[in-house]
Antibody
């Protein structure tokens, strides 16, 4: 069974940093592209970032470019999102997803990040 | 960038109704589109991929279709457990856009 378990969310002050993790199991992690998607309270889904299967290629939404860094450890089956320079607009539930291309995405349960003073 | 325009944003319907949700792409995307269902406090759940293929375990009352750049999610007979928010997602080019969502509520 595919499992994606996010962790690392919490309350942080504006300008602060957090690192999210997503532990993957039940599939060959190193062969899949992975993504982070976020959802602000009461709002829709927004794609944040992508990383290729070997970690050599990364892509970011304009809203997080230069502040967020996606990475992965294929030996440990973990996806990361390092978030720096957080603002109140980054408050959201953050989901990691497995990219099955035309077959759609599998989703974790999400982790809540709250940016507030 | 490709944009997805989903309509309606809100829909009020009764159990047993036929419901149709539309997602229009700003340019051709072939069949690289998925539909998800999301209930409050839960992660999105994949319903349809490749525009019209039903994900394993999803009831057959859900179906998807495509005509050029217009994608449709249909629920043939709405059930109580179908009241949720539905999203479309493009699958093949960044920034992997989502539609704005359609909230289906009980009339």
């Amino acid at each position: 069974e595919v499992q994606l378990v996010e962790s690392g969310g919490g309350l942080v002050q504006p300008g602060g940093s957090l690192r999210l993790s997503c532990a993957a199991s039940g599939f060959p992690f190193k062969t899949y592209w992975m993504h982070w998607v976020r959802q602000a309270p009461g709002k829709g889904l927004v794609w944040v970032s992508h990383i290729s299967s070997d970690g050599s290629t990364t892509t970011y939404a304009d809203s997080v470019k230069g502040r967020f860094t996606i990475s992965r450890d294929n030996a440990k089956n973990i996806l990361y999102l390092q978030m720096n320079g957080l603002t109140v607009e980054d408050t959201a539930v953050y989901y990691c997803t497995r990219d099955r291309r035309l077959l759609g995405h599998d989703w974790g349960q999400g982790t809540l990040v709250t940016v507030s003073s | 960038d490709i944009q997805l325009t989903q309509s309606p944003s809100f829909l009020s319907a009764s159990v047993g109704d036929r419901v149709t949700i539309t997602c229009r792409a700003s340019q051709g995307i072939g069949t690289y589109l998925a539909w998800y269902q999301q209930k409050p406090g839960k992660a999105p759940k994949l319903l349809i991929y490749a525009a019209s293929t039903l994900q394993s375990g999803v009831p057959s009352r859900f179906s998807g279709s495509v005509s050029e750049t217009e994608f449709t999610l249909t629920i043939s007979s709405l059930q109580p457990e179908d009241f949720a928010t539905y999203y479309c997602q493009h699958l093949n080019s960044f920034p992997l856009p989502f539609g704005g969502g359609t909230k289906v509520e009980i009339k």
